[in-house]
């Protein structure tokens, strides 16, 4: 249940103010299920919390988006974001399975930032089919993909990656524009060519520093 009058008495509070200090020992939070109850002066107030930076199988997370939607529900979170690398192909599914699950869906992407400095910024709530977005996201995804490709066939020349072929690994993850090394070796899990618990010496032997000659 909420309380808007309590909430509205919360609000008031001035950290800074040394007046408030005194009301302010009279507020107890209790996390429950990720919800945070707020009580002062005998009401009390429910307060929701979101996951807003998660990354799912559309660039280099481990779940899919309706997976992602799965495990927020049940650890109790009220709202979700995917931000996933330069891209935001993951948000159909979010959107369903969010509406599915009862929850508020956040749209969110992490861009990759290269100049003058590299770093990443996590944009939320903007339109992806503005036209300068649309093409943006669409060239990132392009570049990413093929830094990969380039790496993979590499990795083949030299026969560090063997019995797949770069059609494969886009057949396997038909609904991805941004492919990295992550897709790649979901294609050879799924195919017995390689094993889990091998995937950083494989990641290290065939992309860590590969990356770089292919900018």
């Given at each position: 249940?909420?309380?808007?009058?309590?909430?509205?008495?919360?609000?008031?509070?001035?950290?800074?103010?040394?007046?408030?200090?005194?009301?302010?020992?009279?507020?107890?939070?209790?996390?429950?299920?990720?919800?945070f109850l707020y009580c002062l002066?005998?009401?009390?107030?429910?307060?929701?919390?979101?996951?807003?930076?998660?990354?799912?199988?559309?660039?280099?997370?481990?779940?899919?988006?309706?997976?992602?939607?799965?495990?927020?529900?049940?650890?109790?979170?009220?709202?979700?974001a995917i931000t996933d690398h330069?891209?935001?192909?993951?948000?159909?599914?979010?959107?369903?399975?969010?509406?599915?699950?009862?929850?508020?869906?956040?749209?969110?992407?992490?861009?990759?930032?290269?100049?003058?400095?590299?770093?990443?910024?996590?944009?939320?709530?903007?339109?992806?089919?503005?036209?300068?977005?649309?093409?943006?996201?669409?060239?990132?995804?392009?570049?990413?993909?093929?830094?990969?490709?380039?790496?993979?066939?590499?990795?083949?020349?030299?026969?560090?990656?063997?019995?797949?072929?770069?059609?494969?690994?886009?057949?396997?993850?038909?609904?991805?524009?941004?492919?990295?090394?992550?897709?790649?070796?979901?294609?050879?899990?799924?195919?017995?060519?390689?094993?889990?618990?091998?995937?950083?010496?494989?990641?290290?032997?065939?992309?860590?520093a590969q990356r770089a000659l292919?900018?």
């Amino acid at each position: 249940a909420v309380y808007p009058d309590a909430y509205e008495k919360f609000k008031e509070i001035d950290p800074y103010n040394i007046n408030d200090l005194s009301r302010k020992k009279n507020i107890v939070n209790k996390k429950d299920s990720n919800l945070f109850l707020y009580c002062l002066e005998g009401e009390c107030v429910m307060k929701p919390y979101a996951n807003l930076h998660l990354h799912s199988t559309h660039s280099d997370g481990v779940y899919s988006p309706a997976e992602l939607v799965e495990v927020a529900k049940n650890e109790g979170y009220k709202a979700l974001a995917i931000t996933d690398h330069d891209t935001a192909t993951a948000y159909p599914e979010l959107k369903a399975a969010c509406k599915a699950a009862d929850m508020e869906c956040v749209f969110g992407v992490e861009f990759t930032v290269k100049d003058p400095d590299s770093y990443h910024i996590v944009g939320f709530n903007f339109d992806p089919e503005y036209p300068e977005m649309k093409q943006y996201l669409h060239d990132m995804a392009l570049r990413q993909t093929d830094n990969t490709k380039k790496c993979f066939e590499l990795a083949k020349s030299k026969g560090d990656i063997c019995d797949i072929t770069w059609n494969e690994v886009l057949d396997f993850n038909p609904t991805v524009a941004w492919l990295c090394n992550d897709h790649v070796f979901k294609t050879m899990l799924h195919k017995g060519l390689v094993k889990q618990e091998n995937y950083m010496d494989w990641f290290i032997k065939n992309f860590r520093a590969q990356r770089a000659l292919f900018p």
